[in-house]
């Protein structure tokens, strides 16, 4: 929900801006007094140039530099420095302010009331301190002296984006980032995709409320998986990804991400925001509208009670199937909230108490190229066992050999080991000044450590793989693959039912599930007739699946899930159903479909490029699937097994009259605010079209830091040049070149 720097909003609080600074620790002031007046306003202006730096690009383009422990320790020398020289402080100091400005892309949205930020606590003295400040205001006896009049509503901090909705009658009309506090940004048409946020409420009611958008830890993981195994750059938390994936141009994209959300705050028109006055009823009040609202919270007597409540759920919270890092703690009755106010830019009626990273020193004790299910190598750190966020890790993807010599991890070195978003195991750096020159230099071998087939390297991409489809460890991963929740979906199909199966031949292609009768399944250790009837029945249940998913479940290179789903629904487009037409069986659509995405790449591979998202790389990997003998009728293959498709309904162009309709764009470097991904969606929800080449027919490129050879052909062709803020501007649908 929040950190020091307002990194996301929290409860706003109406009243008048003072002059108290935030807590202080005292040593950190007792360094920033001794600095002369001239070395003081050099620092100010570094460490305020530093910290609007980084508010922008973690409000405004979602793609924070620093981590959260980092920024907040810059922020807090910020404001250290600012109390020893109080006239150093400037109305625009980022001090001052909440978030970053909204980024233009969207329309603006004026908040009602502001939605401002919470100062961060990082031990329990310093809540304790918190309670303090609040008693002495309140004019309330000292602890450990009892005050029953005052109480704590402790809630887990949600670390999402911050958004703010609007309810008309019961009726959800609009919904805003959080922007700058004051004016956010118009997210309507994407929060409206999030199941979580209900279009009506349980009575006709005029309110505003306020809550965080997240993204589920496994969704997180989901998305990153498909990533890797497309050899693409991976995201670095829950947080930013589900940011960008609510800040789209197309909702579709946002639609694709599973996003959920938590919400807080009350405003309710023609009362105070708080059923009976209090938080603790707010909370009540917004569940009774059926809005979600997160269970676990705590109404505590005290501030004691306050960090037992913290404590409890510092491991536990690693449980939980979504990302928090702290608790925030609001004085529960609404008469005291308006005692306490705000102190510049924060309410001084709550806090949030943040868990400290956590990052644990391990050994690299071996680097293993493991084969997945593409043929893709993916080096993997075999560690010395060490407990981090909550379970114990032992191996960990170093990615690629790119990544690898990037960060130097070599074998034997000790290093630093955390949880990109307490999910997924990262190795951060290595003890480079610990080496003791026994380490060794990781080298992705000439074969295949399976089957001893050369490894081949993508031209100009980073993945290595093993180009042989027999390999064993190719195959189990993909019918491993072709079983699982995003292909077929056959429940008991594990990974030891699947291991007998292809190990007695019961299985040789993924047609031959369909053919498997309860006697096979019968001979196969510990399966009784039981057991073999209810797997034979979720065989049966997965021959008619969605049509996106039976492509994803073909496990095409570089085709993921969201790329099977565009190809699917191209194809509908591309072959409309006849009325009379069966989908499935040998004259049916499906057969049809088969035979189109046959013909496409034999005789006209380009046309791939049409659908949504594929450049010619992918492309490329349609074009091979199609053609080459030991795949091309796969799919052939599963139609005459009886299997059916259920078809997605046809869509409109995408975004027709968008600012980029008609245009094709490269996307080349590195961009501040987009991941390639992204800016490659943005084009196509202006209505654009992404290329991953320059040619005569390239309207755009949009060049980043380290833009390399496309910068130099797009100049050659005299083909137009943008930066990124001229590429944001082209999306507003501005002239790029002012």
Not at 158 to 173: C, H, P, Q, T, W
Not at 316 to 339: C, I, N, S
Request: glycine share 10%.
């Amino acid at each position: 929900m929040t950190d020091t720097a307002g990194r996301a909003a929290d409860p706003a609080a109406d009243g008048t801006t003072e002059s108290d600074r935030l807590p202080v620790d005292p040593a950190l002031a007792e360094a920033m007094a001794a600095l002369d007046t001239e070395a003081a306003a050099a620092r100010h202006a570094d460490l305020a140039a530093r910290v609007r730096r980084a508010n922008e690009l973690y409000h405004g383009q979602d793609a924070p530099e620093l981590t959260d422990a980092e920024y907040d320790a810059l922020f807090r020398d910020l404001v250290a420095l600012e109390t020893a020289f109080p006239q150093l402080v400037t109305p625009d100091s980022p001090t001052q302010r909440v978030g970053g400005a909204p980024s233009g892309t969207f329309d603006e949205v004026r908040h009602r009331r502001p939605m401002l930020s919470l100062s961060n606590a990082f031990s329990h003295d310093e809540l304790r301190a918190f309670d303090t400040r609040v008693r002495r205001v309140l004019a309330l006896p000292p602890a450990p002296e009892p005050a029953p009049e005052l109480r704590y509503v402790a809630e887990l901090k949600i670390d999402g984006l911050a958004v703010s909705l609007r309810y008309e009658r019961g009726r959800f009309v609009q919904g805003a980032t959080r922007g700058d506090g004051s004016t956010g940004e118009d997210v309507t048409a994407n929060l409206r995709t999030i199941r979580a946020i209900p279009e009506r409420l349980t009575e006709p009611a005029t309110l505003d409320v306020r809550g965080e958008v997240f993204m589920p830890r496994s969704e997180f993981a989901r998305i990153n998986a498909e990533r890797e195994e497309a050899g693409l750059p991976l995201y670095a938390n829950p947080r930013n990804s589900g940011a960008g994936s609510l800040r789209q141009k197309d909702p579709e994209v946002t639609a694709r991400r599973l996003l959920s959300a938590w919400f807080y705050q009350l405003l309710e028109e023609g009362a105070d925001g708080r059923q009976d006055g209090t938080q603790s009823g707010a909370l009540e009040r917004l569940e009774g509208l059926g809005l979600p609202v997160n269970p676990e919270r705590e109404l505590a007597p005290d501030i004691e009670a306050v960090i037992a409540f913290t404590e409890g759920w510092r491991e536990r919270r690693h449980e939980l199937p979504y990302e928090t890092d702290g608790v925030v703690v609001k004085v529960d009755r609404a008469d005291q909230q308006e005692r306490l106010g705000i102190v510049s830019r924060a309410p001084r009626w709550a806090i949030a108490y943040k868990y400290p990273p956590e990052q644990v020193e391990t050994v690299v004790e071996d680097i293993v190229p493991y084969v997945g299910r593409t043929g893709t190598l993916t080096p993997v750190a075999h560690l010395q066992a060490a407990k981090v966020a909550g379970s114990t890790v032992a191996r960990a993807t170093l990615h690629n050999l790119d990544e690898l010599r990037r960060k130097d991890i070599r074998i034997g070195d000790r290093v630093i080991l955390q949880k990109a978003g307490d999910v997924i195991p990262e190795v951060v750096r290595p003890l480079v000044e610990r080496r003791t020159g026994d380490e060794r230099v990781f080298e992705m071998p000439d074969g295949c450590p399976v089957c001893g087939t050369p490894v081949v390297r993508d031209e100009g991409a980073v993945r290595h793989y093993c180009p042989n489809p027999a390999c064993p460890a190719r195959v189990s991963q993909e019918f491993q693959h072709f079983v699982g929740r995003g292909g077929m979906d056959i429940e008991g199909a594990g990974w030891a039912v699947l291991t007998q199966l292809l190990q007695r031949g019961l299985v040789r292609r993924r047609s031959d599930f369909f053919r498997l009768t309860v006697e096979d399944l019968m001979g196969l250790d510990r399966f009784g007739a039981k057991s073999a009837e209810n797997l034979h029945r979720s065989i049966e249940r997965a021959r008619r699946r969605p049509l996106g998913r039976i492509i994803n479940a073909l496990g095409i290179a570089q085709v993921g899930w969201q790329t099977a789903i565009d190809l699917g629904q191209w194809l509908v487009e591309a072959l409309p159903p006849r009325d009379d037409e069966p989908v499935g069986g040998p004259g049916g659509w499906l057969a049809r479909a088969s035979a189109f995405l046959k013909d496409t790449a034999t005789t006209a591979p380009e046309r791939f490029e049409a659908v949504m998202g594929v450049g010619p790389t992918v492309a490329a990997t349609l074009t091979a699937y199609f053609s080459d003998p030991s795949t091309r009728d796969a799919l052939d293959e599963l139609i005459e097994a009886g299997i059916d498709a259920e078809l997605p309904a046809p869509r409109a162009a995408v975004a027709a009259a968008g600012p980029l309709a008609g245009r094709t764009l490269v996307v080349t470097g590195t961009l501040e605010g987009f991941s390639r991904e992204e800016a490659e969606e943005a084009i196509r929800g202006g209505g654009g079209k992404p290329s991953g080449s320059v040619s005569k027919k390239t309207d755009y490129l949009v060049a980043g830091e380290n833009a390399g050879s496309k910068l130099a052909k797009a100049e050659a062709l005299g083909v137009p040049v943008l930066d990124e803020s001229g590429f944001r501007r082209l999306l507003a649908g501005d002239d790029p070149s002012v």
